[in-house]
Nanobody, 123 residues
Framework: QVQLVDAGGGSVQAGGSLRLSCAAS????????LGWFRQAPGKERERVAT???????NYADSVKGRFTISRDSAVNSAYLQMRSLKPEDSAMYYC?????????????????WGQGTQVTVSS
């Protein structure tokens, strides 16, 4: 079955960087849309970044220019490189798979989710 395993979270100071990874199994991640979401306590889930089958990417305004989503087909994994981190980036981050080629569906259509990895940014 499809499984996603998130990793790479941690605690950093503002201005620092982290690289999250999402290891996929049970399906070919590069043939479908994959997204990164985050949720902070008391806040709604936010779509952070997505990458579709064709390599097209999309970012939330709050992370544009600081975060980069990518994938490595050879290891069936995706990544979220986060730079210039801010305290407001602190949240649980999840990767999620949408079994479609494009990423124009709402979050509830993403079928499979990783377990989440915590990112904490201190000022």
């Amino acid at each position: 079955q499809v499984q996603l395993v998130d990793a790479g979270g941690g605690s950093v100071q503002a201005g620092g960087s982290l690289r999250l990874s999402c290891a996929a199994s049970g399906y070919t991640a590069s043939s479908h849309c994959l997204g990164w979401f985050r949720q902070a306590p008391g806040k709604e889930r936010e779509r952070v970044a997505t990458i579709n089958k064709y390599g097209g990417t999309n970012y939330a305004d709050s992370v544009k220019g600081r975060f980069t989503i990518s994938r490595d087909s050879a290891v069936n994994s995706a990544y979220l490189q986060m730079r210039s981190l801010k305290p407001e980036d602190s949240a649980m981050y999840y990767c999620a798979a949408l079994l479609r080629t494009l990423c124009i569906s709402p979050a509830q259509d993403f079928t499979y989710w990783g377990q989440g990895t915590q990112v904490t940014v201190s000022s």
